[in-house]
């Protein structure tokens, strides 16, 4: 059973970095397109960033410029580099796996994910 564990998270200031790193236990990332999503207190999931196997890379509005996604297969991992953090990037930010394969593009919509990790929190302080 494909599992993904996000790591890296915690809390930074304002204007910081971090990066996130999401590890997949099989082979089979390869084929399909990786995402990074987050959900702050009371509000709904958000897509930040998403990668199809084809390295086409999208950004939610929030991330454009200051986010980057990037994937090594090799290490069946995601990388999520943040910088210029800002207190509304604070929330629980979670890796996804596309259901489907042979994709052009990467999905937009976390509803086209079907295996998720369990998370990893940043904090953003002012």
């Known amino acids: 059973e494909l599992q993904l564990v996000e790591s890296g998270g915690g809390s930074v200031e304002a204007g910081g970095s971090m990066t996130l790193t999401c590890e997949a236990s099989l082979y089979t990332l390869m084929h399909h397109a990786m995402a990074w999503f987050r959900q702050a207190p009371g509000k709904e999931r958000e897509g930040v960033a998403f990668?199809?196997?084809?390295?086409?890379?999208r950004y939610g509005d929030s991330a454009k410029g200051r986010f980057t996604i990037s994937r090594d297969n090799d290490k069946r991992t995601v990388y999520l580099q943040m910088n210029s953090l800002k207190p509304e990037d604070t929330g629980m930010y979670y890796c996804?796996?596309?259901?489907?394969?042979?994709?052009?593009?990467?999905?937009?919509?976390?509803?086209?994910?079907?295996?998720w990790g369990q998370g990893t929190q940043v904090t953003v302080t002012s």
């Open positions: 990668i199809n196997t084809n390295s086409i890379k």
């Open positions: 996804a796996r596309a259901q489907l394969t042979g994709l052009l593009t990467p999905p937009l919509q976390s509803s086209q994910y079907d295996t």
